[in-house]
């Protein structure tokens, strides 16, 4: 196979793997970012410009490691080697590799707490009940029109804990 002037091989296909785990990592730390922020109550401007900030970091980020990693300085892609990166490129590079396979590993071995009995989830799509999308007029109506949104999806979920020593007048909430 060719990529560009050079034929791709082990190590060209490796460097490729790596940056694109590097890249995928990146982006699982900003979701992360993302979701804790979005835990604080805002308001909605500072909220909208923390939103901008972020987003804008999951896209540059990967562009200027692409760039200055991949393309020129240790020339990753085109069969250089990582140990020529910059250490803060390499130190990064290794957050986002560790938080890529911890998230994978997560996802596949889930932890189930001992005090979880039983636990049943059910979606419901409140716009196909209610015969119409609850949406007001305006720009977010357009984005509830949108193909493949699943707003109106809600997911029901019931949840069964034992907890021993619980006080007897909390057992049956």
Do not use: K
């Amino acid at each position: 196979m060719r990529v560009g002037h050079a034929a791709m091989d082990g190590r060209h296909l490796l460097n490729l793997l790596v940056l694109l785990v590097v890249i995928v990592g990146h982006l699982l730390l900003v979701r992360g970012v993302i979701a804790r922020l979005y835990r604080y109550a805002m308001p909605w401007s500072l909220w909208l410009a923390v939103w901008f900030v972020m987003l804008t970091v999951g896209v540059v980020v990967p562009w200027v490691l692409v760039q200055r990693v991949g393309l020129h300085g240790p020339r990753v892609l085109r069969g250089g080697s990582w140990m020529r990166a910059p250490v803060g490129w390499q130190v990064y590079a290794g957050a986002c590799a560790v938080a890529f396979v911890v998230t994978n590993l997560r996802r596949y071995f889930p932890h189930r707490p001992r005090a979880l009995v039983s636990s049943r989830g059910e979606t419901v799509d409140v716009a196909g009940r209610i015969g119409a999308r609850p949406a007001a007029a305006g720009p977010r109506r357009m984005l509830a029109r949108l193909p493949g949104n699943e707003l109106f999806h809600i997911e029901i979920a019931e949840r069964e804990l034992a907890l021993p020593g619980l006080p007897a007048g909390f057992v049956c909430l």
